[in-house]
């Protein structure tokens, strides 16, 4: 995996060198100079783990690190001239997970990273899998590569069929119209019968047995779930 990390160093020199290193290991690097600019990194493309300095010109290191612990349990390697234990202490408490005191050997920041990553990949994987199902009741769906399970079985499906499973299981409960359906299934440029929703449900409906694959009558349908 082509893991991005967020270097915050206001020191071009170190800046340079750990970008560099970093890149020729196969990591993508992103330099940043404060703690600001590392916030707009963060709402835009947000980093699989950050190098963060302490002293740095406006926000420090330490409330950025508390900031970000606040909403992500995303890596952080703290660098910083500042070798008293207390510092050290205060840099994990505030939710570091490792410490390097300046000047260090960018080879050992490397190793650190890989150690760092390697230890926290499981629990990232686990977490990306959770993101690609959806479960509503009896129904799977895996987005990422497009597979439908029903009852713990998987059941081979048509594209369109997959498509108006995954759309009603990221809406369960909401009822679309005929209309509706056709433009997010079929495109906005299809010009045939709203039959074509129909059939699809019942083709659906014949695959999957009892599921709650409701019709709303003049209107359209919905998969409806007592768990939500």
């Known amino acids: 995996m082509n893991y991005h990390i967020g270097v915050v160093e206001d020191d071009m020199n170190i800046q340079n060198i750990v970008t560099a290193y970093l ?44 900031r970000i612990r606040e909403e992500s349990d995303v890596p952080i390697i703290i660098i910083s001239a500042k070798d008293e234990e207390i510092d ?11 410490y390097l005191t300046k000047p260090f050997s960018p080879r050992e920041l490397v190793a650190r990273v890989k150690r760092l990553f390697k230890r926290t990949k499981p629990a990232k994987q686990e977490a990306d899998e959770e993101k690609d199902k959806i479960k509503i009741d009896n129904l799977l769906v895996r987005k990422n590569d497009r597979r439908l399970f029903w009852m713990g079985q998987e059941v081979e499906v048509t594209t369109k ?15 679309f119209s005929r209309e509706e359906l056709l ?21 659906i409906r014949k695959k999957l047995g009892d599921i709650q694959l409701e019709t709303v009558w003049g209107y359209g349908y919905r998969l409806r779930s007592e768990e939500e």
């Open 88 to 98: 050290k202490i205060l840099g994990i408490e505030l939710g570091g997970d490792d």
């Open 161 to 175: 069929e997959y498509d108006m499973l995954l759309l009603f299981a990221e809406n369960v409960n909401r009822a």
């Open 183 to 203: 433009v997010k299934i079929w495109g906005e440029d299809y010009f045939g019968s709203d039959r074509a929703v129909d059939d699809l449900v019942k083709r």
């Open 23 to 66: 890149k020729k290991e196969g990591f993508t690097a992103t330099a940043l100079e404060s703690a600001e600019e590392a916030f707009d990194l963060w709402e835009t493309q947000p980093p699989d783990m950050w190098i963060l300095d302490i002293m740095l010109p406006g926000m420090d290191g330490y409330d950025f690190c508390k």
